[in-house]
Every structure is written in C-alpha cells, then in structure tokens.
C-alpha cells in the first residue's frame, strides 16, 4: 500500500509542529510549505481545523486513511470515550510499542524493525506494524537482532520511566504492556475531540 515517503519537514509545516521531532527548518520557517506559504490566510474553517487534526494524528501514527477510519469505527464501537478509545488503539500498535520502549528512534524506524521480523511478542515473531498488543503481552528484540546498531544507539541513554505503561527489562532487551494507558499519560499534542466531531458529520 502507499505510504508517505516525502519530506518530513514538508508536513510538519503544514500542520504547524512538528510532529517527527525537532525539526530546525520548522524553527525558522513556521508557516505552510510552497511560494505563497508565507502569504497565505491565517483563518481556517472549523472542517479545516477538524481535518488538520485528523491529518495530524495520521501522519504521526504513520497510518493510512483507510486503517485510520477502521480504527475509528472501532473506537466507536469500543465502551468509552471514543476519542480517547481512539489514541489508546494507535498507542497499542506494535510499531507504536516499539518505539515507546526505545528500541526504535521514530516509529518510522520500528515499522521497519518490525517488517524485517526484528521483533517478537511473547516470544514469536511478528511482522504486522499494525498488530495490536494487548495488556499483558512481552514486546522484545529478537534474539539474533539484539547486536543491531540502530537498536543499540536507540536505547543508549533512553529513559523508560517516561511512560507508566510500559515496563522495561534491560536485560532481555523487552518490555511489557502492562496496561492500556490513561489519556493524561499519552504525550501527543492532538485534539482527539475535533476528529471525533469530523467523522460524526
């Protein structure tokens, strides 16, 4: 399927932060991309302000339209509140986990890991980006790929207290999940409400 692949500056432009990390352009240039960037209109209708932030949480989460529509529809079918439903289903990606424990530096990097089999739950492979990990369940390196550069200098220095959710063992390069996370505990700057009122219309 496609996927984005272009610049990653591009996007955080668009959307105003930058959502891929810190991003120097962004600093210096913190209006929307293209010649009239600079220029255009600042008001944005409310579906203009609802659609940014569907995009927002698209392109950090790395997933499709399709994908993204489908876990709505969960979300909504999901006891709870659906918007915060929603974050809680992208948070338990695999590719998500794997880049909250630390073992990937952006979860660009962990959707590779996992697609290259680098990755175990509870023991057997998986190479499903997309696969949901539930409460309970062992995230870990696999063993042959434990002496990996890019999981090496993505762990040096990583703190993992930073999220409560998750439970990290050093020594077995593994984490466990140990609980769907609160939404006062996920840091992603998005107005989950505004997505939910977009796809209500």
Do not use: C
């Not at 302000?49 to 499709?64: H, M, N």
């Not at 979300?75 to 509140?81: L, S, W, Y």
């Not at 909250?100 to 996992?114: D, K, Y």
């Amino acid at each position: 399927m496609a996927r984005y692949t272009g610049p990653k500056t591009r996007i955080a432009r668009k959307l105003g932060e930058a959502i891929y990390g810190p991003d120097k352009v962004l600093a210096k240039k913190n209006y929307a991309p293209g010649q009239h960037g600079l220029n255009r209109r600042k008001k944005t209708s409310e579906y203009g302000t609802q659609l940014k932030e569907k995009q927002k949480a698209k392109y950090t989460y790395g997933v499709l339209e399709s994908q993204f529509r489908l876990l709505f529809e969960k979300a909504e079918r999901t006891k709870g509140v659906t918007g915060e439903v929603l974050l809680q289903l992208l948070e338990s990606r695999l590719d998500n986990i794997v880049y909250r424990l630390g073992i990937a530096p952006t979860r660009a990097a962990a959707r590779q890991l996992v697609l290259h089999k680098h990755i175990v739950v509870d023991g057997k492979v998986v190479n499903i980006a997309s696969y949901s990990v539930k409460p309970g369940q062992i995230v870990g390196v696999r063993e042959r790929s434990k002496a990996l550069e890019v999981v090496d200098n993505a762990l040096a220095g990583f703190n993992h207290s930073k999220y409560p959710w998750l439970e990290w063992d050093q020594n077995s390069l593994s984490g466990k999940y140990l609980h769907t996370p609160e939404r006062a505990d996920i840091p992603e700057n998005i107005q989950e409400q505004l997505i939910v009122e977009l796809y209500s219309k």
